[in-house]
Every structure is written in structure tokens, then in C-alpha cells.
């Protein structure tokens, strides 16, 4: 007795690791410095050191059992409080550590948010272009999941479309911030309207709509953009962070889920969250990883890297004419399919070895998303096949 | 629209984890050395040297990027190849890299496989006395928790109580081997009965029921008892394995499930658990920690210290008077509360600052679970409390 949709879903794998593997092997045929793969967004830039000096000195010096050892649920909760500090130091707010929940990443954070945030016939809405992870996550929970449309073209949020859409049934919407895939960064502006329309709609229909703000790009962005810090407009927000990007850690799996007290309904939340979390079997945050924290929750990432390879890739591509949203924020620049037709596109790149994931997987038919956590060198190799790829479509 | 269940599992903590945070609570008042902590299953061997000695080489000598980076969602090929090899070679199956998942425990992977083993209507049994969190794992999936009542005194499998509970809705039945909380180790014997008898129903009602075969103690057994490597009997069997107990790494969440290909359906049933734990939000197992699980899958646990424990508490508690099930496994005991009721029992020793478990949280009232994993001093100062508690019922 099989579950039809674990199937469905472990069977038809996400087209990004698909790409991402077919990159791989492709490489094992051609050489790594033969294909360009812009597919995945595994950070190119290393860890800072400060990290991998935190954990040889934590695993040379300090007891094996306090090293590896189970940690609260909660996750540690020195570790907590200095990331609650840092969190109150960047953005003003008042957080404190028993509002914070360590996990691996952001991925199983925002699952078990949406869990508690589902009741029956809840749905939750998404902005296109979006994750598609975000999919399975919303179905998992029991909810439905429901598509924005994307505000073409300066990929803020459709509050038009959203405000149609809304219903009483509506429990939470997710805002992913810098956006993946587009590499766009939601003004506060944007924010604060969304807060307006949100709060509207909460009294409306009686119950509170929540935010769950998915925020793993916070950092990486780009020109002076702001990233607005949401709780701080809309206190109804569950943040869903992880230090993936932030310290080029993403196979380690390490964030938190921050819930404001004053949140409605704050403490039950919270409480809910960590329930659906140890459903799914939710034990602890690694802790080694944890203890590393303590010391480097505040570090920043060094964004020159990717700044230049944006600069490069940007100028570059609008030069040979392809039209794209403004790239501030994430490692993502997302570009208007020549042609029109993103799979037809992608599949003639992917014929030139250059790999993009067409924007059909994220719900926005027509463009295509470029990653750039690249090594420059690629960058500046795969100019020449944007170019012809370009002039095919003259 | 908070989801009640959530709430109601994150609001009533696990009774484990409730007890050891009053005992960290209190040892700030009365001091650590006054508090007799049998209540978690924290290990108390430190890792082994080499965990710590690969880990600190790989973090100073590997490129940052191919250390902290995604891996394939299935894990590192190299890990789970030397990880196949390591079960062919103590076990005499025929493993390879392809059946094996890596993940963040044994937590996630029962949750995920039983989501994976879950159409509507399906119930799924466990055995009392069973691992408490087994219920909220099997109810996030969707399916119904059963409970087979508990074989005593041989704390074997009640296979009489199964076969008239099994229905045409069973998908699976989980077997925790060696057992916790029990300390048991299921022989071949009784896992040969239950094969044929799941070997039959299986035919009655025209589809497999699958073994889940829960087993983070497979390593951990004394006097030279056998734990039988289910697959290896019954072929429909998924291994959820976590190396928290045998590495003594419970914090770090690193472990993998088997599904052997000969399993009925075994590669549809591989992809369905990658399916469900996909939508849990499962990315990879933590990445340092794979890399070094290739040069450490495998070692084998020092067992002396909690053998020695084992035999210094059941000796003297049998002495007392007190019953118990033969401890040869994991690193637990299950003693008949004197008096017979385990609640009143772990009062009075809370009491007298002994943490101890009582059985009702795990489906078997009437008796109480010790955890050996601490200090040996802490073993030798209870045993005056284990004394007194034990004269205050003549």
C-alpha cells in the first residue's frame, strides 16, 4: 500500500537536481569546465573561514558528549539568545530566544509551518514565479495550494490577483524575500500594502491570515537594496531563515523559524510549530553546527563574488538583448525567454551545454532563471553561447 | 487557523524530554552530582576518536564548498557505497548505494516511511511497549496507530495478539530492535514467526504488509546477544538506522534507510520515501558529517562502559527485589514497578531526585524504564535510593 503522491513526487524528481544531475554527468563525459551550469543554487562562495575554525576548534577543545549531544528541541539555547541578539541588533525588533526554533533549514521549517498553519480546507497561497518545493510542502500539510499570479514586469507582489483570490479559507501566504527565482528584492512598500491588504482581510473573515516569510536570501543583496524585515510591519509573520546562503552552508542544513510573541495567537503558534515539526520527526538542529552558531550567527557573507558575476552576466546579456527584471537580490537573474517559449529555450541551451531552468518550474511560463553562484571564469566562458543563442532568434 | 494537533503535540511535550529538562532545572539548585538522571537516552560514551580526528581533517584539508555544499538529495555516492559495503560485509546481504537514503536520523526516516506506506484507511502497528514518538509519526502520515499489547514477561512479540489484529488496512508493522524502551533484543526465532506470519497475511489480503525495522541499537547489545538483520529473513523490510547511539552522535541527526530492491515493489517504494521525505522538506543529510561517515561507518562502539553499568544496576537491583526484563540490549532497563503502579513509583522518586521513565508513556503500565547511559558514579550513589524506594513497599 504505496502512497500514490509520495510516489508521484519521489518518482518525478525537481527538475532543478534533475538538471543539476544531468550537469554532473554530462561533466564526467565533456569536463567540468565544459558545461555551464546555471541551474542549482549551491553557493560558490566558501564558507567564511571563521566558520570552519569555530567547529575544529569546538570538536579539538570541548567535551565529544556537550559536542554531539542531544541539544533541547528548541536547539541551545545560548545559541538562541545570540541569534535573537543579532536579529534585535540588524532590524530593531524585540525577539528573544524562547521565540526561536532551531532546525535543518529552511525547507523542513517552512513544511512545518505550513502543517500548523493547515486546518481542514485551509489553502496557502504562493507568488508566482515561486520555489516549487513550496508545492509539496502546502499538499503535505493537508492544505491547498494557491497560485498568485506574477506581476509582470516588475515582479513585485499582484495584490490585485491576491486580494481576489483570498477567501476564508485562507490561512497563510508565503513571501519569499530576496525572491527566488527572479533575484527581485519586495520593497517595504510592497510589504506595507501587503500588511494592509492582509489586515483587511483578517478582519473581514474573522481569523488572522498569517505571513511565512521565507528568508534565506536576506543577505545576499545587492546595490543598496533593503530587504525589509517583515515582523516589523505585519507582527503576524513567521520567519523561516537559514544560514544555507548566508555562510555558504547548505548541505550542512541549519536555520531557525522565528515566531513573534505579539504575533496573534503567537505562543500558540509557536507551540503548533514545534508540534507539526516533531510529527516529522524533528529531534534537534545539528549541534555541532549550533555551537558554531554561537560564535558566527553574525557574520555577514562576502557578496564581491557574486556581485561581480551579476554585473558581468547582466550587462552582458542586456547588451546581446535579452530583457530581464531587475537582478538585487539572491543569485538569480531571471530573463524573458527569446522566442517566448521557456522549455524551448532551455532545451536549446542545455543542447549547448548550458544549463538553465526554464521558468515554467517555477510557475511562470515565458522566462528562464539563471544562478549565478558560478566561478567567474564561467561566466565570462558562457557569454559567447547567450550571444548565439540570441542571435538564432533574429 | 492553527492546526489543533499541532498544537496539542507541541503544547504536551514528550514526557522524555519533559523529565530531563526538570532534571537539568533542578540540577541547578540541588547540583548535577545530586541528581540521578535515568530518564534520556543521551549517550554517555563520547564519540569515537576517529568521528572527530576525519572531521577536523576534512574541515582543514577539503575544499569549503564540496564540504559544506548540497549533496545529492540520496546522499553522497561514496558514503553510501562504503555504507552498502559495511552491511554486506557484516551482514552477508547483497546492499548497494541505490537502495540506501541518507538522512537527519531515525526520527525523520520512520515519519517519512510511514508517510510513504500510507493510502487511506491504512493502519500501521507498533508492539508495546514501543518508542512513544512512533504515534505522532504514524498519525502525520495519516494512517491509524495500533498497538499489539506487550508479550510478558519475555517482552518478546505478542504475534498471537497481531494476527488476530491484522486487518486488510494494515501496511505495515514497526519493529524497534533491540527494543527500547525494554532493553530486549528480538531473537531470530521470533522475527522467523513474524515473517511467516506476515508472509501469510500478506497473501490473505492480496497485498504486502512491510516491516519497518527501526533499529538505532543494532550495535548496542551485551552477553553475545544476536539482533537478526531482518532483511535478510523477510525481504519486505525498510532499515531506518541513525548512528546517534553507535557513534554517539544523537545531535548531529545523521542515519539512512534500506530498501532493499528485492522488496516487493522495492523500487517504487524507494522513490515514495524519497517522495515523502521530500515534502518534509528533506534537502540532504548534513554534508561534513556524510563525508565523514566514509571513513567511519565502520566503527563499532565501546561497550564497556555501559555494560558495566548494566550489570552493577541489575545485579544490585535484583538484589532489592526488583523484577525486570533481561537488559542484553540498547542501554535500557524495564523494571516492574513495585507496587505496580509506575506513575505513583516515578513520583516517589522524582522525589527523592531519580529520574526514572514510568511504562504507561510507552504502552506498558505497570513497569518503568531506567536509561544506563550516564556516569558510573551516578550508578553506584542511586542504588541506596533504588533500596529505599524498594523498602518503603515491604
Redesign the interface.
Known amino acids: ?11 518525478k ?2 527538475t532543478i ?1 534533475e538538471l543539476a ?1 544531468y550537469g554532473r554527468a554530462r561533466a564526467a563525459i565533456v569536463g567540468r569546465e565544459n558545461i555551464f551550469d546555471f541551474s ?1 543554487g ?3 562562495v ?2 567564511p573561514a571563521e566558520v ?1 575554525a569555530a ?2 576548534d569546538i ?2 577543545n570541548m ?3 556537550a ?7 528548541l536547539g541551545d539555547p545560548r545559541t538562541r539568545a545570540v541569534i535573537a541578539e543579532d536579529l534585535n541588533r540588524r532590524f530593531g525588533c524585540d525577539a528573544t530566544a524562547d521565540e526561536l526554533l532551531l532546525c ?9 509551518v505550513c ?5 481542514p480546507g ?1 489553502e496557502i497561497f504562493v507568488f508566482a514565479p515561486y520555489f516549487p ?1 513550496y508545492k ?2 502546502i ?2 500539510a493537508g492544505a491547498a495550494f494557491r497560485v498568485v499570479p506574477a506581476s509582470i514586469p516588475d515582479f513585485q507582489l499582484n495584490l490585485e490577483a491576491l486580494e481576489e483570490m483570498l477567501s476564508p479559507n485562507t ?1 497563510a501566504v508565503i513571501v519569499n524575500n530576496p525572491n527566488n527565482p527572479v533575484g527581485s528584492v519586495y520593497t517595504t512598500e510592497t510589504i506595507e500594502k501587503l500588511s494592509a491588504l492582509l489586515e483587511r482581510k483578517s478582519q473581514e473573515f474573522g ?2 491570515i498569517y505571513i511565512i516569510a521565507d528568508e534565506p536570501y536576506r543577505e545576499l543583496v545587492y546595490e543598496g537594496a533593503v530587504v525589509p524585515f517583515i515582523p516589523n510591519i505585519y507582527p503576524h509573520t513567521v520567519v523561516c531563515y537559514s544560514y544555507s546562503k548566508s555562510l ?6 541549519m536555520g531557525y523559524i522565528y515566531v513573534p510573541t505579539k504575533a496573534q ?1 503567537g505562543r ?9 515539526a ?13 555551537l558554531a552558531l554561537a560564535r558566527c550567527a553574525h557574520l555577514l557573507p562576502d557578496l564581491s563574488t557574486y556581485d561581480r558575476n551579476r554585473r558581468t552576466l547582466a550587462e552582458a546579456l542586456a547588451e546581446y538583448g535579452y530583457e530581464m527584471a531587475k537582478p538585487e537580490g539572491a543569485f538569480y537573474i531571471f530573463l524573458k525567454a527569446p522566442g517566448g517559449d521557456d522549455l524551448a529555450f532551455s532545451q536549446k541551451a542545455m543542447a549547448k551545454d548550458l544549463l538553465i531552468m526554464p521558468g515554467s518550474d517555477f510557475g511562470c511560463p515565458g522566462y528562464l532563471r539563471l544562478c549565478y553562484c558560478v566561478d567567474y571564469d564561467t561566466v565570462v566562458r558562457s557569454l559567447p553561447i547567450f550571444k548565439e543563442l540570441m542571435e538564432a532568434y533574429r
Chains 1, 2 share one sequence.
Do not use: F, W
Not at 559536542?67 to 528541541?73: D, E, K, L, P, R
Not at 502543517?115 to 486546518?119: E, G, M, R, S, Y
Not at 516533531?278 to 549550533?290: D, E, I, T
Open positions: 500500500m504505496i502512497n500514490p503522491q509520495s510516489l508521484a513526487l519521489g518518482t524528481r525537481n537536481m544531475d542549482i549551491n553557493p560558490s566558501p564558507a570552519n567547529m575544529v570538536l579539538q567535551d565529544s558528549l559536542v554531539h549531544g542531544y541539544t533541547s528541541t535543518c533549514g529552511a525547507a523542513p521549517e517552512v513544511s512545518a502543517k500548523a498553519l493547515t486546518t485551509a518545493e509539496p510542502y499538499e503535505q490561512s481569523h488572522r555558504s552552508l547548505p548541505g550542512e542544513r495567537d500558540d503558534l509557536y507551540h503548533a510549530i514545534i508540534g507539526a516533531r510529527a516529522m520527526g524533528h529531534v534537534c538542529a545539528p549541534s555541532l553546527l549550533q
